[in-house]
C-alpha cells in the first residue's frame, strides 16, 4: 500500500485528529480520543509498538506524549501525539494493546507526572522511593532537589557529614 493511501484511510477515518505528512506520518489527537486512536491503528495492522515519551511545555502548560508505532505489514512508522494538561496530566494506558509499553508508560509517569490510567503497575521505576517530583519537567532546578547526609571534600579526601543540597 502506498504512503497516500494510508494517508487517505487516516484521514477519512480520523476526522477528530490533525495529520500531517514528513519522514512519516504524525497524527494530533486529542485526550478523549486518544484511546480509541490508538485501538484503530492497532486494527490497521500496527502491531508493533517502539516507543512512548513525553515533552514539558511550560509555555502553555501542557505535557505532550508521543508514541511511535509500526506495522510490520505495511512497513510503515506512525507518530501519535496527544496534549494533557500539566496540572493534571491523565491518559488512558495503551498497555493492554500493546504490552511493551509497560515500562515506558510507568517511565513518562516517573519523569514527567502522566498517570496512565488502566495501567496494572504504575509505579516509580527510576527514582528512589519518596521522591515526589517529576525531573523532566521544565520547573525542575538544574542541580536536583534531593537532600544528601555526606558530601566527599577532594582537598580533604574525605566525607563531610551535613544536609547538601547536589
Same mark, same amino acid.
Given at each position: ?41 492497532? $486494527? @490497521? =495492522?500496527?502491531? *508493533?509498538?517502539?516507543?512512548? &515519551?513525553?515533552? /514539558? ?63 496494572? $503497575? @504504575? =509505579?516509580?521505576? *527510576?527514582?528512589?522511593?519518596? &521522591?515526589?517530583? /517529576? ?32
Amino acid at each position: 500500500m502506498k504512503e497516500k493511501d494510508l494517508y487517505q484511510i487516516l484521514e477519512e477515518s480520523l476526522p477528530h485528529a490533525v495529520i500531517e505528512e514528513r519522514e512519516m506520518l504524525i497524527i494530533k489527537v486529542d485526550k478523549e480520543k486518544y484511546l480509541d486512536t490508538m485501538k484503530f491503528l492497532k $486494527d @490497521l =495492522k500496527f502491531d *508493533l509498538f517502539i516507543d512512548l &515519551f513525553g515533552t /514539558h511545555y511550560p509555555a502553555t502548560k501542557e505535557i505532550e506524549v508521543i508514541v511511535h508505532l509500526y506495522s510490520t505489514y505495511r512497513i510503515k512508522r506512525i507518530r501519535i501525539k496527544c496534549r494533557v494538561p500539566e496540572e493534571n496530566p491523565t491518559l488512558p494506558s495503551i498497555y493492554n494493546l500493546w504490552n511493551g509499553a509497560d515500562w515506558f508508560e510507568r517511565e513518562t509517569y516517573d519523569m514527567l507526572g502522566v498517570r496512565f490510567e488502566g495501567h496494572p $503497575d @504504575l =509505579k516509580r521505576i *527510576l527514582t528512589p522511593a519518596g &521522591f515526589e517530583d /517529576h525531573p523532566l519537567r521544565k520547573e525542575f532546578p538544574f542541580r536536583g532537589k534531593i537532600p544528601r547526609k555526606e558530601k566527599y571534600h577532594p582537598e580533604d579526601k574525605r566525607f563531610v557529614e551535613g544536609e547538601f543540597w547536589f
